[in-house]
């Protein structure tokens, strides 16, 4: 199973919108609509913002928000901040008996 | 409060065997998956495998089965990751994670990470 597309990198101004694209087939993201994002801050370990296509676990920032459109999901960052600095991986199920894949990244920079 | 707390940073020689842990806590443990991911140097997250400390079902990744062991100590809430012969390849951060499903779907909780250098 080949990893998810991403753009290797974002940039935007703090306050600015950025949006991330995870591009799948119709076999992981377009199939089941079980998309998770996560946010990997410089030296840290991943940390779960987005399942299910646009849930957000406890704590995490309405700023953050998901969406999928056919065999592409999406991640938008809204009012960017310095904090949201990090890399993106998004990840979609496949089935009950192959592993997800991971996204190939993105890095996300604010200028 | 749920935690994953990783065992410290390792520096080996090629053909040394290695274990390292994850200790959970704040959740029942023989309940969830728990499970390994590598990130080698610059790269991204690949699943290697994951097991149910319950009963000790164990599934892993076909690019890392045969060449690692994962294991679980109900007794001491520990997950394991073992190699028998090291190679320089396997020089990469360790992270362990608990997922909802055995496919390592919704990894809502994830260690600090290991360090793991192999070196002559």
């Known amino acids: 199973q080949s990893a998810l597309t991403q753009p290797p990198s974002v940039s935007g101004s703090p306050g600015q919108s950025v949006t991330i694209s995870c591009t799948g087939t119709s076999s992981d993201v377009g199939s089941y609509h079980r998309v998770s994002w996560y946010q990997q801050p410089p030296g840290a370990a991943p940390k779960l913002i987005i399942y299910?296509?646009?849930n957000r676990p406890s704590g995490v920032p309405f700023r953050f928000s998901g969406s999928v459109s056919g065999n592409t999901a999406s991640l938008t960052i809204s009012g960017l901040r310095a904090e949201d600095e990090a890399d993106y991986y998004c990840s979609s199920y496949i089935s009950s008996s192959t592993f997800e894949v991971f996204g190939t990244g993105t890095k996300v920079t604010v200028l | 409060e749920v935690q994953l707390v990783q065992s410290g940073a390792e520096v080996k020689k090629p053909g040394e065997s290695l274990k390292i842990s994850c200790k959970a806590s704040g959740y029942s443990f023989t309940g969830y998956w728990i499970g390994w991911v590598r990130q080698m140097p610059g790269k991204g997250l690949e699943w290697m495998g994951v097991?149910?400390?319950?009963?000790?079902?164990?599934t892993y990744s076909p690019s890392f089965q045969g060449q690692v062991t994962i294991s679980a100590d109900k007794s001491s809430n520990t997950a394991y990751l073992q190699w028998s012969s090291l190679r320089a390849s396997d020089s990469a951060m360790y992270y362990c994670?608990?997922?909802?499903?055995?496919?390592?779907?919704?990894?809502?909780?994830w260690g600090q990470g290991t360090l793991v250098t192999v070196s002559s």
């Open positions: 994670a608990r997922p909802s499903l055995r496919s390592g779907y919704l990894a809502d909780y």
């Open positions: 299910e296509v646009n």
């Open positions: 097991i149910y400390p319950g009963d000790s079902d164990t």
